[in-house]
T-cell receptor
């Protein structure tokens, strides 16, 4: 059974700082890994999807990396802004029909 | 392109009552998912449809939850009877399975409060 862990559960940083969010998974036989952002009371917004054959993906100030062999992914946010404050979730696609398993999320607060 | 639509956005019911949620996925998306997200936790997959068929419902409490997807488009999720622990946000997502990625797109969710 796939298990996904995100550490830390919460993070508070001053504006402008670069930061890294972590996602670990127990079964390395994955198809894809997707990072999401969730604002309070809202649904999930897709940030980046990394296919199992890829090492990283970039979008603007975001960079996500994937190391399947060690069961890890990181989301790097450069020059953080108050608008980045949200909960960040990673989701792993594995098994038949690419079953999705989510982590518990990291709640990020960027202080102006 | 229209996103995933869900209704209602909010629902308050008493325990032992029944409730139904509706989801309309993005046009052309064959795969549809229902998730339950309890406050402070990540979403938990309840059921996954591929067109009309169920491909995973291993975490669906089948004694009280049911879901259907007619004609491979819209879907409804029903709870009967509701319990206090069913209070959560119910999220619907869809993905296009013409590629290998199964990238998911989410609706805004329905917040259910059971009193």
């Amino acid at each position: 059974k796939q298990e996904v862990t995100q550490i830390p559960a919460a993070l508070s940083v001053p504006e402008g700082e670069n930061l890294v969010l972590n996602c670990s998974f127990t079964d390395s036989a994955i198809y894809n890994l997707q990072w999401f952002r969730q604002d309070p009371g809202k649904g999930l917004t897709s940030l980046l999807l990394i296919q199992s054959s890829q090492r990283e993906q970039t979008s603007g100030r975001l960079n996500a990396s994937l190391d399947k062999s060690s069961g890890r992914s990181t989301l790097y946010i450069a020059a953080s802004q108050p608008g980045d404050s949200a909960t960040y979730l990673c989701a792993v696609f594995s098994g038949g029909y690419q079953k999705v398993t989510f982590g518990t999320g990291t709640k990020l607060q960027v202080i102006p | 392109e229209a996103g995933v639509a869900q209704s209602p956005r909010y629902k308050i019911i008493e325990k032992r009552q029944s409730v139904a949620f509706w989801c309309n996925p993005i046009s052309g998306h064959a795969t549809l998912y229902w998730y339950q997200q309890i406050l402070g936790q990540g979403p938990k997959l309840l059921i996954q449809f591929q067109n009309n068929g169920v491909v995973d419902d291993s975490q669906l409490p089948k004694d009280r939850f049911s879901a259907e997807r007619l004609k491979g488009v819209d879907s409804t999720l029903k709870i009967q009877p509701a319990k206090l622990e069913d209070s959560a946000v119910y999220l619907c997502a869809s993905s296009y399975t013409g590629t290998v990625t199964y990238e998911q797109y989410f609706g805004p969710g329905t917040r259910l409060t059971v009193t």
